[in-house]
């Protein structure tokens, strides 16, 4: 796809910039690319290679609110795709998101795991349109690497 309709035209439009690829904090890497998929290992959302959140999401004092981190999820779907674009080279060789799979480190009485999760499905909807629309999974967990709020991983086809 070129020109106003590509996914790196909406993404311009959001006003949005790829990040450079987070480094991983283990022995993995960020993404791996079979035949035409690209699967990313889970994103965490830094900014310039920080969490500018950390904690538990929920209701209540010292709980991180959902809709901050719904709006971390976005963050960790955009540094999910700088992965996959070091893999396919273009942001418009993506033909569709395949699966989204968000981790939200949850309060125990909190259980609105999919509207956060929503940060990310609504903001690659923007950014590609019908194929963005994607299969997922939204999961509350105990803890994530480095207290993050939240925790993103992508399938993805290329064209």
């Known amino acids: ?11 311009a439009e959001l006003g949005v910039t790829l990040p450079a690829v987070a480094a991983p904090l ?9 035949g035409s998929y690209v699967w990313t290992s889970g994103q965490l959302p830094f900014v310039d ?18 809709a901050v981190a719904a709006d971390l999820a976005r963050i ?9 674009v070091e893999q396919a080279g273009s942001l418009d060789r993506i033909a569709r ?3 989204v799979v968000g981790f939200v480190a949850s309060d125990p ?7 956060v999760i929503n940060g990310a499905s609504e903001f690659l909807g923007k950014v590609f349109g019908s194929a963005g629309i ?7 967990v105990a803890v994530l690497p480095m ?4 925790e993103v991983e992508l399938v993805v086809e290329l064209d």
């Open 109 to 115: 009485a909190f259980t609105g795991q999919p509207a």
């Open 147 to 150: 207290d993050s709020p939240v």
């Open 49 to 66: 290679g920080v969490l500018p959140v950390t904690g538990k999401v929920g209701d209540g004092p010292g709980l991180v609110p959902a």
């Open 1 to 11: 796809m070129t020109g106003a309709t590509s996914p790196t035209h909406r993404l």
């Open 76 to 84: 960790a779907a955009l540094n999910a795709l700088a992965a996959v």
């Open 26 to 34: 283990a022995a993995y890497v960020p993404a791996v690319r079979t």
């Open 97 to 99: 998101i395949v699966k």
């Open 134 to 140: 994607h299969a997922r999974s939204a999961v509350g």
